[in-house]
């Protein structure tokens, strides 16, 4: 049998037990579980405590899937008591690592703890009912669905909360085994020097050229170089104009001085971008182990999180995001690039070498549906010319607030 276990915190523990399995021993499976002591525990189904440890479920006279409420005792004055809102209040604030993980996931709750004791009550009885309220209405969703088997849309129903279930499964087993795949990663970044203007350049050996904003070509004194006659329009994940390109300018790399050819492309977030072209042409080495670009003979440390520009650290801030965006998205924006572009398998790819500089080819330029939207035609004939389909675009662009790139990312993301 099935049975969930929720504290005054809205926790809840999930545990299949054998009907004939005595309290005491699934209060000793709940102390793995939760981390309270079994001498600690207290245990109440229906508005009644269950005080017989040698009872089983079926003789305590509880169900399959039950929603029961479990509560930690303190022991005041030599008594056992159960654990109080004040109670759990002071256990709160004399637990600094408690505290940090309150503050990170129900900050209201975090600061009431701290500086208001009635408030902290207040939403901790907001908490347990909400909770019991879920866990009922799940409960009793679950008992419509199996009602009748031939329901196709019940079904449906059951077949999605099984696949929900094992996604939460997947996450847990995630958090338990690999729990660095949810931290952020630092993007790559080295320190070098354009014409004798320090930069730093994002390491990027997905994007075929060497790639620079018009910023910053101007700050380095090189868009009195800039050939017009290579300008086009790059596109990838998204789109962005390319001005020109600058064919030799100094790039200087620890105590090397290099030639560079630079593709000056609108639309980046970074400055620079140190793409393929030169990582090929003087053969080098990202090395992950050492955390450093290896080139030529030199080593060249990758810098640190607290040494990047301030665009690779946009997306740290959630009020910088469009709404919809996660923030586990840290890092540059990959945005356009001026090679092909193969980050879905559903992209249609443009006729030829895979070049898609200048204009779109007339094959790829998606007709006009029926489906209707508030966004700019221009907007969902970008992202369906990548691929999508117009109700995929729209849908996108709903998500995304309208940010074309965003958009982009979001459906090409997987």
């Not at 909360?161 to 997947?170: D, G, T």
Request: proline share 7%; glycine share 8%; charged share 25%.
């Amino acid at each position: 049998m099935r049975l969930t276990f929720v504290n005054d915190m809205g926790q809840s523990f999930v545990i299949e037990i054998d009907p004939q399995m005595s309290l005491e021993d699934i209060m000793a499976l709940l102390e793995a579980e939760s981390g309270i002591p079994a001498n600690e525990q207290s245990i109440s189904w229906d508005g009644h405590d269950l005080n017989r440890p040698k009872a089983t479920m079926a003789e305590l006279g509880v169900g399959d899937d039950a929603v029961l409420v479990l509560r930690r005792k303190i022991t005041v004055a030599g008594r056992s008591l159960e654990q109080d809102a004040e109670m759990m209040r002071l256990q709160i604030l004399g637990d600094p690592e408690l505290m940090r993980q309150l503050r990170e996931s129900q900050p209201e709750i975090a600061e009431a703890a701290a500086n208001n004791p009635r408030r902290f009550e207040e939403l901790l009885r907001q908490t347990r009912q909400r909770q019991t309220e879920a866990e009922l209405d799940q409960q009793r969703e679950i008992e419509r669905l199996n009602a009748d088997p031939f329901d196709v849309e019940a079904q449906q129903k059951i077949e999605e909360a099984i696949r929900q279930q094992a996604v939460m499964e997947n996450m847990a087993h995630a958090l338990e085994f690999q729990p660095e795949s949810f931290g952020r990663v630092t993007m790559l970044y080295i320190p070098v020097e354009v014409n004798g203007t320090a930069i730093k350049a994002f390491v990027d050996s997905g994007a075929q050229q060497t790639i620079m904003s018009p910023e910053c070509a101007e700050r380095c004194g090189i868009m009195r170089l800039l050939d017009r006659r290579f300008a086009g329009v790059a596109r990838g994940v998204g789109t962005a104009n390319i001005l020109g390109r600058v064919h030799s300018a100094q790039l200087k790399l620890s105590d090397l001085y290099l030639p560079c050819a630079f593709t000056v492309m609108e639309g980046r977030d970074v400055d620079l971008l140190f793409g393929l072209d030169m990582l090929k042409a003087h053969q080098a080495c990202i090395d992950l182990e050492k955390n450093v670009l290896r080139i030529r003979g030199r080593e060249v440390r990758f810098l640190a999180e607290h040494e990047l520009p301030a665009q690779a650290r946009v997306f740290e801030n959630p009020e910088n995001l469009p709404p919809g965006m996660a923030t586990s998205t840290a890092g540059p924006s990959p945005g356009p690039s001026p090679g092909p572009s193969s980050a879905n398998p559903r992209q249609q790819h443009f006729p030829g070498s895979g070049q898609t500089l200048g204009p779109s080819p007339a094959s790829a330029r998606p007709t006009p549906g029926r489906t209707t939207s508030n966004h700019p035609e221009s907007s969902i004939q970008t992202l369906m010319g990548l691929g999508a389909t117009r109700e995929d675009a729209i849908q996108a662009l709903d998500a995304m607030g309208g940010n074309v790139d965003y958009a982009a990312s979001m459906l090409f993301q997987f």
